[in-house]
């Protein structure tokens, strides 16, 4: 009887950890807040020091959050520099993480966007409504999303603001 009654308990568990882990596995549908809201009221400071709020964003800026435990975010990384770099408006990119691997991807960005580094949950994951990582959105007058999504190109069509 105690074997059976354990055994319950082992099934039940089991059940438990498969919902869990297929959750977890599965991707979001979107990246970051959809097309056409507005990015939630933030205040940080750059690893330059400049300051960076919803205010201070202009019109096609170009965001970008990466994660420094992130795999697809170190191998989507060139990718997004070169984005950056083709990219007539300015540039944020928010790497959320911290030691070495935070100051690698800072770096990658020198002199071609303003790099905020954040922790998990930080105020701008928040005000973007982040939902995975790497995520990229390119903005509007006012802080508004035109675009969003996992890649750069997703933002391609959009680009002329």
Aim: proline share 5%.
């Amino acid at each position: 009887m105690v074997n059976l009654v354990f055994s319950f308990g082992v099934i039940r568990r089991l059940r438990e950890h498969t919902e869990i882990l297929n959750r977890r596995n599965s991707r979001p549908d979107r990246a970051m807040m959809l097309a056409g809201g507005t990015v939630g009221e933030f205040s940080v400071v750059a690893v330059d020091g400049e300051a960076v709020s919803r205010r201070s964003l202009g019109a096609g800026t170009l965001v970008s959050f990466v994660s420094t435990a992130c795999p697809t975010c170190v191998e989507r990384l060139p990718e997004l520099v070169r984005f950056a770099e083709e990219h007539a408006g300015p540039v944020l990119c928010v790497v959320v993480g911290s030691g070495a691997d935070a100051a690698a991807m800072t770096r990658a960005f020198d002199g071609i966007a303003t790099v905020v580094a954040e922790p998990v949950g930080g105020p701008m994951a928040g005000a973007f409504d982040i939902q995975a990582f790497p995520t990229f959105g390119l903005l509007d007058a006012g802080g508004v999303v035109r675009a969003s999504g996992f890649a750069p190109s997703a933002l391609a069509a959009s680009t002329s603001v």
